[in-house]
């Protein structure tokens, strides 16, 4: 099974906001309402920020927040801050107890 | 304070084998699910494996199947990968990371041990 689609870079300035994008089929992000995405900086382990599509984990900032519409999830960054530069990877239940990620997109704030 | 630490990564020539360990703490360890989640230097994420809470159901992506094998102690709080017949393609830092169910993989992630694979 290949990948999600997520675009392999975005950039923002100090206060907008920036939508990431997470494509996969009818049969994973469009089947099923779990798709939970995750924030990575260099050389650190992944952080869990999104769960079922638009919940966030006790402690994650409110400026994260994600959507679906059909095969389509995103992550939406507000009032973005010099710590948001990082990877962020998008992941979906497929069945069977499995998940598949995306491969990843680097946010860089200018 | 939910800790994972993995261990046992290194250096192993293509055909060779290896042990990860992940070792728990801070959270009730024989309640939740375990993974194993690899990233090659530079690239995306890949999900490895999956074991449940008694380990009565396990999983493995394709291209590891038949040759990693994943097991846990709960008396010990432990999680293993034991990776055989090792391919350059298998070189990433893999990760033991927790999950409280299909709505809320990966809530937890270890730091991570590299292996390389290399001749």
């Known amino acids: 099974q290949s990948a999600l689609t997520q675009p392999a870079s975005v950039s923002g300035s100090p206060g907008q906001s920036i939508t990431i994008s997470c494509t996969g089929t009818?049969?994973?992000?469009?089947?099923?309402?779990?798709v939970s995405w995750y924030q990575q900086h260099p050389g650190k382990a992944p952080k869990f920020i999104i769960f079922?599509?638009?919940k966030r984990p006790s402690g994650v900032s409110d400026r994260f927040s994600g959507s679906k519409s059909g095969n389509t999830a995103s992550l939406t960054i507000s009032g973005l801050q010099a710590d948001d530069e990082a990877d962020y990877y998008c992941?979906?239940?497929?069945?069977?107890?499995?998940?598949?990620f995306g491969g990843g997109t680097k946010l860089t704030v200018l | 304070e939910v800790q994972l630490v993995e261990s046992g990564g290194g250096l192993v020539r293509p055909g060779g084998s290896l042990r990860l360990s992940c070792a728990a703490s801070?959270?009730?360890?024989?309640?939740?699910?375990l993974n194993w989640v690899r990233q090659a230097p530079g690239k995306g994420l890949e999900w490895v494996s999956s074991?449940?809470?008694?380990?009565?159901?396990?999983y493995y992506a394709d291209s590891v199947k038949g040759r990693f094998t994943i097991s846990r102690n709960n008396a010990k709080n432990s999680l293993s990968l034991q990776m055989n017949s090792l391919r350059a393609e298998d070189t990433a830092v893999y990760y033991c990371?927790?999950?409280?169910?299909?709505?809320?993989?990966?809530?937890?992630w270890g730091q991570g041990t590299l292996v390389t694979v290399s001749s």
């Open positions: 990371a927790r999950d409280r169910g299909i709505s809320s993989p990966f809530d937890f």
């Open positions: 801070g959270f009730t360890f024989s309640s939740f699910t």
């Open positions: 074991i449940s809470s008694s380990s009565s159901y396990i």
């Open positions: 009818s049969s994973d992000v469009g089947r099923y309402n779990l």
């Open positions: 079922e599509v638009t």
């Open positions: 992941c979906s239940y497929v069945g069977g107890s499995i998940s598949l």
